[in-house]
């Protein structure tokens, strides 16, 4: 009854203004809540990601004259790792190529750069040992010398100190193969230590078991000048 008796003392424009004023009251969180959202909407349309675009690959022209490889450095090398085959004549970036390692093509995604003396590619997952080759414009070139793919499991070690060779966890009757930048060719069963020559820079490495068949094994890169 309190509140009636209020009301009827109370003048319409007062009872006016109450109103109004209650009115905006809640408006403004509504208003607050609206605009918030419209931001919300707003900068998620600024930051939709764009469409990629991939660059367009540039080729250019086979060379002329016969292919040649010097090197493939390091000999050795696992999944993700860069490897590099020096030479003459290899073109540059020939769109008719095919690079392959153990007979298996390497994939475009894989070839990192193709110039006329140097190739980098990286070891796709998969690879296995074999020997380097490719053929570019009908014309072959290979590495005489074996590539080796290991893993992360791999337990056989070839370890390189003050010229001093040791094959570490290895198989009985394991011979190891070394041959130097001058392609002279160092091979000996004697695996748990054995010297090289100072005055040689060791190029490739082969380690086979009695059978001859290639093994995989891993080195410290610095040990041989990766």
């Given amino acids: 009854m309190s509140f009636l008796r209020t009301l009827e003392r109370t003048s319409f424009k007062k009872?006016?203004?109450i109103t109004f004023l209650v009115g905006v009251g809640l408006a403004m969180p509504?208003?607050?809540w609206v605009s918030q959202q419209q931001?919300?909407?707003a900068s998620k349309a600024m930051f939709e990601k764009p469409e990629i675009i991939k660059?367009?690959?540039?080729?250019g022209s086979p060379s002329q004259?016969?292919?040649r490889i010097d090197l493939v450095w390091p000999f050795l090398g696992k999944e993700g790792d860069a490897v590099l085959i020096e030479g003459e004549?290899?073109?540059d970036n020939p769109q008719d190529r095919q690079l392959k390692l153990a007979n298996k093509v390497i994939s475009e995604e894989n070839i990192n750069q193709w110039t006329p003396q140097l190739i980098e590619f990286i070891l796709p997952p998969g690879a296995t040992s074999g020997t380097v080759s490719f053929k570019v414009a009908g014309k072959d070139a290979s590495w005489p010398y074996?590539?080796?793919v290991y893993n992360l499991q791999t337990k056989t070690q070839v370890t390189e100190n003050n010229d001093v060779v040791r094959v570490l966890n290895a198989p009985p009757n394991t011979k190891i193969?070394?041959?130097f930048s001058t392609k002279e060719r160092l091979e000996t069963t004697e695996v748990a230590s054995f010297n090289v020559p100072s005055d040689r820079t060791i190029m490739s490495v082969e380690v086979k078991d009695k059978q001859g068949n290639h093994l995989p094994f891993f080195v410290e890169p610095e040990e041989f000048n990766f």
């Fill in 30 to 32: 509504v208003t607050v």
């Fill in 39 to 41: 931001t919300k909407l």
């Fill in 65 to 67: 004259n016969e292919p």
């Fill in 15 to 17: 009872i006016i203004a």
């Fill in 177 to 179: 193969e070394i041959i």
């Fill in 89 to 91: 004549n290899f073109g």
């Fill in 55 to 59: 660059p367009i690959k540039k080729y």
């Fill in 146 to 148: 074996w590539f080796t």
